[in-house]
């Protein structure tokens, strides 16, 4: 198996969490094998964790796709979670899969691809340490290489470009809304673009690199003609935030959660981050409907990256 520094890091933090804890399950809380070596990962290969619960296919895209919750194994050596929502997100991961192949159809190159195999009643891959494994050793080592993989692929899309786009994909059933999560809050939104293009905003917000980088208004980034939701807009999809749908309202909405805080480039980096929550009827369900939201989304993402990364995908 091959790891990277942070994965030691969060190997040693997991261990302390461990101690702090005072946990007596000794099966489940050993430090898992692991490999110091550096991690020399190829585009086009495909590299395992520990018994394959996490797995990551390495790319020459700016695009890294996450897929946290779409996981169906349940091994018997870590007990099921708690607490928190174990609901897995239906077929995300074999969405996260259609896409990353329509990715590579349109630009002849590969997305970085990083996939939780772990259903959510064992790992919740996108909350911290402490809710995600809940203090299981096997369970947080999976999460340390899932966001190990990551890492990698961020380090290698900031050695090749100036900036990039992590794309972490959920499907959520609460309403029949495609949900764009920056980090702005639900309420943010009822601003006007005038103020939404205020520092504070750019600041809290996932996307924050891109907009320092784009000459265009961020409001504009986020939901102007030609932003990621307005664009699945005009194929059909009801989608938030948009040009037509500026506002998500107040009765819920998902804003982005752990990996879009720590992937995206709120905190720093040239890394930004978009989480996007898939309703399931015409997108999720069949195979059908996820080829061809995954067409879709493919051109809008590399029209996206044209619009404000002022990079071609294509003639790369
Ligand atoms: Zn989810």
């Not at 520094?5 to 101690?19: A, D, E």
């Not at 809050?185 to 996932?206: F, H, M, Q, R, W």
């Amino acid at each position: 198996m091959i790891i990277n520094k942070k994965y030691v890091f969060n190997r040693l933090m997991l261990l302390l969490l461990s101690l702090i804890a005072g946990c007596n399950e000794p099966s489940g809380e050993q430090l898992d094998n692991i490999d110091n070596s550096d991690p020399e990962y190829i585009a086009g290969e495909t590299y395992y964790g520990r018994n394959s619960y996490t797995e990551y296919q390495p790319g020459n895209l700016p695009i890294i796709i996450g897929t946290p919750h779409g996981g169906s194994e349940k091994p018997e050596e870590i007990p099921d979670r708690t607490w928190g929502t174990t609901v897995k997100d239906a077929y995300t991961q074999e969405l996260a899969r259609i896409f990353a192949d329509s990715l590579k159809a349109i630009t002849g190159k590969l997305p970085h691809l990083i996939v939780c195999r772990l259903h959510r009643t064992k790992l919740d891959a996108n909350r911290d340490l402490d809710e995600a494994a809940q203090g299981n050793g096997h369970a947080g080592s999976a999460w340390s290489e899932y966001h190990g993989y990551i890492e990698s692929a961020k380090d290698t899309v900031s050695k090749y470009f100036h900036g990039g786009l992590y794309i972490d994909i959920h499907g959520q059933s609460r309403r029949p809304r495609i949900e764009l999560g920056y980090l702005l809050d639900d309420e943010n939104y009822a601003l006007p673009d005038s103020i939404l293009n205020g520092e504070v905003y750019v600041n809290k917000s996932s996307l924050k690199a891109l907009a320092e980088f784009s000459a265009a208004d961020f409001a504009t980034i986020v939901r102007g003609e030609n932003s990621l939701g307005s664009m699945l807009f005009t194929y059909g999809y009801p989608v938030v935030p948009c040009i037509e749908i500026p506002d998500p309202g107040t009765e819920g909405y998902f804003r982005g959660g752990y990996s879009t805080i720590s992937h995206g480039s709120r905190d720093g980096g040239t890394i930004s981050a978009v989480q996007i929550e898939l309703y399931k009827e015409g997108i999720r369900d069949t195979a059908e409907n996820r080829a061809r939201f995954s067409g879709i989304y493919s051109r809008t993402v590399v029209l996206f990256f044209k619009e404000y990364y002022g990079l071609d995908l294509i003639t790369l």
